[in-house]
């Protein structure tokens, strides 16, 4: 029974795939808004932590913090980790919160 249903979702995963690789592709190359089009598709159908930490640095890079930081928040209260805590860092940082930020820096660095 499970192999059939296994066999059916490959095309599903194959697409995501193929998805997650343009995004980061995408991010790579500094294209915020095409990324977060492509990551935000993703979000419809999965909330793994990785297409949540990209559509969080491309928020970074369109300079939307307070979204980076909740999308950032909802991670480090599941599960931190030390990508996460970075990019918290990294919006703190902009937002001029240098304490903050270190705080954030530090840990990360105690989970690497």
Request: charged share 30%.
């Amino acid at each position: 029974a499970g192999r059939p249903r296994a066999e059916a979702e490959l095309p599903s995963l194959r697409s995501a795939r193929s998805e997650w690789n343009l995004g980061s592709r995408m991010l790579d190359e500094g294209k915020w808004k095409e990324a977060k089009a492509v990551f935000n598709g993703l979000l419809r159908s999965t909330d793994a932590k990785r297409v949540v930490l990209a559509c969080a640095r491309c928020d970074l890079g369109l300079g939307l913090v307070d979204s980076a930081t909740r999308l950032c928040r909802n991670l480090n209260k599941r599960e931190p980790s030390p990508e996460s805590l970075t990019v918290s860092g990294v919006a703190e940082l902009l937002k001029g919160e240098f304490s903050n930020a270190m705080e954030f820096f530090k840990a990360s660095s105690r989970l690497d």
